[in-house]
């Protein structure tokens, strides 16, 4: 079975640009998460969908942060314009959204912003 | 915050040597899941604990439960270098709130 992938692995953006990561989850899942990860915050949440629906959106993230599922496979997280404290590693997760509510979790993408 | 604890925390130990790593939580769950994190890796579930279980076990692993205290442990036993790694503490249901979490180093 394929887990969550994750692309791209390591992404490097200007100040100012547009980036977009790419998410496919667990295939069946009906919930997907954004997260953030940084060492001094940890894991903080960006996005949360149920069956594609926006259940959350991370409240201090909604002004350049932006995520989308455009099917139940496939998801994009949009940060625009770029900051330098926008480096972190952004996770992806999916989960069934019943029973034990297990998170499987991608590989993340690693962004680094000059 | 969901969690008490505010900074990343860091452990060090022999091969061989138990550890405990604990959690406390300021909303009132049923469930708490320990994850494990690898280097350049997502996290993945390693146990879960509800509240009617006070104590659960899986290998070299037990995690407890204090409803009362709020509180949630993870132990390893006579732990070994492939333990290194990243554990977080999350509580919630469809939406988790993770911990900041321990970071765990095992010396061979």
């Known amino acids: 079975d394929a887990g969550v992938t994750q692309t791209p692995r390591h992404e490097v953006a200007e100040k100012g640009q547009t980036i977009i990561l790419k998410c496919e989850p667990v295939?069946?899942?009906?919930?997907l998460f954004w997260y953030r990860q940084t060492k001094i915050q940890g894991l903080e949440l960006l996005s949360y969908f149920r069956s594609k629906s926006l259940m959350e959106d991370g409240g201090a993230f909604k002004d350049r942060f932006k995520a989308e599922m455009l099917n139940s496979s496939f998801s994009t997280l949009k940060i625009q314009p770029t900051e330098p404290k926008d480096s972190a590693v952004y996770l992806c997760?999916?989960?069934f959204g019943t029973g034990v509510y297990e998170q499987y979790f991608g590989p993340g993408t690693r962004l680094t912003v000059l | 915050s969901q969690w008490g604890e505010e900074n990343l925390q860091a452990l060090s130990i022999q091969e061989g040597e138990d550890v405990t790593m604990n959690c406390s939580y300021k909303t009132y769950t049923t469930v708490v899941h320990w994850y494990r994190q690898d280097s350049g890796r997502g996290p993945a579930l390693i146990i879960l604990?509800?509240?009617?279980?006070r104590e659960k076990r899986s290998g070299r692993l037990r995690a407890t439960l204090d409803t009362s205290s709020q509180s949630s442990s993870l132990s390893i036993t006579a732990a070994q270098c492939e333990d290194t790694a990243v554990y977080f503490c999350a509580t919630g249901y469809q939406n988790f709130y993770f911990g900041k979490g321990t970071s765990l180093t095992v010396i061979p």
């Open positions: 295939s069946g899942h009906n919930d």
């Open positions: 604990i509800r509240s009617n279980e």
């Open positions: 997760a999916s989960s």
